[in-house]
Nanobody
Framework: QVQLTESGGGCGQAGGSVNLSCIVSGPTEGRFDMGWWRQAPGKEREFVAAINWDAGRTYYADSVQGRAPISRDIAKNTVSLQVSNLRPGDTAVYYC?????????WGKGTLVTVSS
């Protein structure tokens, strides 16, 4: 059974940065992607960034392109997202996602609040 545990959320000021981490527990064999999604108050959950676990190929939403590198540490079963140049529009609950052949697994989320 896969379990995803996010950490690193909190309050930040516009222009600052936040580092989010997600520890992956459980099966990690096979091909899969890890990603971050977010859900702002009153809005639908949206894609932020993803990384292919084996090849390390990355994908980004236009809204964070160039300021939110995603990375993974295979030895530590961890995927990270560092969002810099924070904007109030980055305020959201950030969710970690494992997307593999057996479907999607979600973490419980970590809240990031950005003040102007």
């Amino acid at each position: 059974q896969v379990q995803l545990t996010e950490s690193g959320g909190g309050c930040g000021q516009a222009g600052g940065s936040v580092n989010l981490s997600c520890i992956v527990s459980g099966p990690t064999e096979g091909r899969f992607d890890m990603g971050w999604w977010r859900q702002a108050p009153g809005k639908e959950r949206e894609f932020v960034a993803a990384i292919n676990w084996d090849a390390g190929r990355t994908y980004y939403a236009d809204s964070v392109q160039g300021r939110a590198p995603i990375s993974r540490d295979i030895a530590k079963n961890t995927v990270s997202l560092q969002v810099s140049n924070l904007r109030p529009g980055d305020t959201a609950v950030y969710y970690c996602l494992k997307d593999g052949k057996n479907g999607r697994d979600w973490g419980k989320g970590t809240l990031v609040t950005v003040s102007s």
